[in-house]
């Protein structure tokens, strides 16, 4: 299959494109589109076959639950059986954002995709370009991020091409995510709100806006963890680099002293990673050396994680060295995602 590769220029949005790519996913098939957290593999999320595709094109287990994503709160209650209070709470908050509820479903969402589950997940992202394409495309496109399964999501329209070229019809580049993190996933069919994967939305913004939540307890808890997480992806290794990562971890002089040790240790041919803050990284002298973001803007870091993740891939480093990033409330968001990335290879320094 030819993917057709569209450039979106945000300040004035090509109806037409937009039309087409709508069109696609009316017609059953798969565009690539943005959104402010990542990209996302779209398909129409009420047709079984369209979902199909997208498990294919991502060599995902279709046990995985896909998230639909809608522009008018109008839709809610055609795919949802039931809307709770709290819901219409975090909607006024957070939608059109980086948020997603889980729901109990109503017949019209197939199965297919919702992983075999009787829940449904959905979110309303804010980015003007995902709202025109949903708008076009039916008003339900069921979407996972737009990357192979196992790689980190991505953040650019490069980063869907690497892994999507010929995969799927179409692909709409909106330039690069303003997040870089997918969405929280709040599940509103349990007694109390439960936080299934952390996001820029933070727990403690739900828990304001809610009066309680609590975090999936098989989430943070790492590899050792017997319980299963409520969100079935949570349980795969993603987001993970070709290379060995491991985060250091401790009071921050002693973690720059651990990683420059450990590079010395190597001989020249390893080729060798280090994700450093913009205060540090001119402390090491490896193959790979990056500045992710300060260690005061956690929203620099959490943009440009995934895009470091990637790039070590391209230039085949064997080993990574991440100093650890929890800072602010986007910290267990970072962490989170690094952690996994990392397979939880975690040394503690002091
Ligand atoms: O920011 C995001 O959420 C991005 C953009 C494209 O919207 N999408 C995304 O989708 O991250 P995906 O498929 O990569 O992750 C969806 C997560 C998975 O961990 C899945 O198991 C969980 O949501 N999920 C989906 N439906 C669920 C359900 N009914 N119950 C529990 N977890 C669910
Ligand atoms: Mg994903």
Redesign the pocket.
């Known amino acids: 299959m030819k993917t057709q590769y569209i450039l979106i220029d945000r300040k004035q949005i090509d109806e037409e494109a937009i039309e087409k790519a709508g069109a696609i996913i009316r017609n059953g098939g798969l565009v690539a589109f943005p959104?402010e957290?990542?990209?996302?593999l779209g398909g129409d999320g009420l047709n079984a076959d369209a979902s199909g595709k997208i498990y294919a094109a991502k060599g995902r287990p279709s046990d995985?639950?896909?998230?639909i994503?809608i522009a008018e709160m109008s839709a809610l209650s055609r795919i949802a059986s039931y809307i709770p209070d709290a819901a219409y709470t975090l909607a006024n908050r957070f939608w059109p954002g980086?948020l997603?509820m889980?729901f109990k479903k109503t017949d019209e969402v197939p199965r297919e995709t919702?992983?075999g589950?009787d829940?449904?997940?959905v979110?309303m992202?804010s980015d003007e370009v995902a709202r025109a394409f949903i708008k076009a495309a039916g008003g339900y496109v069921a979407?996972?991020?737009?990357n192979l399964s196992g790689r980190p999501?991505p953040t650019s329209g490069a980063h869907v091409l690497e892994d999507m070229d010929g995969r799927i019809e179409m692909i709409l580049d909106g330039g690069s995510s303003q997040i870089g993190l997918?969405?929280t996933?709040v599940?509103l069919t349990s007694d109390v709100p439960m936080v299934?994967?952390p996001?820029f939305v933070s727990i403690e913004m739900v828990r304001e806006a809610l009066g309680e939540a609590e975090y999936d307890p098989a989430i943070m808890s790492g590899l050792n963890s017997n319980q299963a997480p409520?969100?079935?992806?949570?349980k795969y290794k993603h987001y993970a680099p070709k290379g060995d990562l491991t985060i250091v971890s401790g009071e921050k002089q002693a973690v720059v002293d651990y990683i420059k040790a450990e590079i010395n240790k190597h001989s020249s041919d390893t080729r060798i990673g280090v994700i450093a803050s913009d205060e540090t990284y001119c402390e090491y002298n490896a193959t790979v050396v990056t500045a992710i973001g300060s260690m005061t803007d956690e929203e620099a870091v959490a943009r440009h994680l995934y895009g470091v993740l990637r790039d070590f891939d391209t230039q085949n480093i064997d080993l990574i060295y991440s100093e650890e990033f929890r800072i602010g409330q986007l910290g267990q968001a970072i962490m989170n995602r690094l952690m996994k990335a990392a397979g939880h290879q975690v040394i503690e320094v002091k």
């Open positions: 959104t957290t990542v990209y996302g995985n639950p896909l998230i994503h980086p997603t889980i919702t992983g589950l829940t449904v997940a979110r992202p979407a996972p991020s737009a999501s997918e969405s996933i599940d299934l994967r996001g409520k969100a079935p992806g949570m």
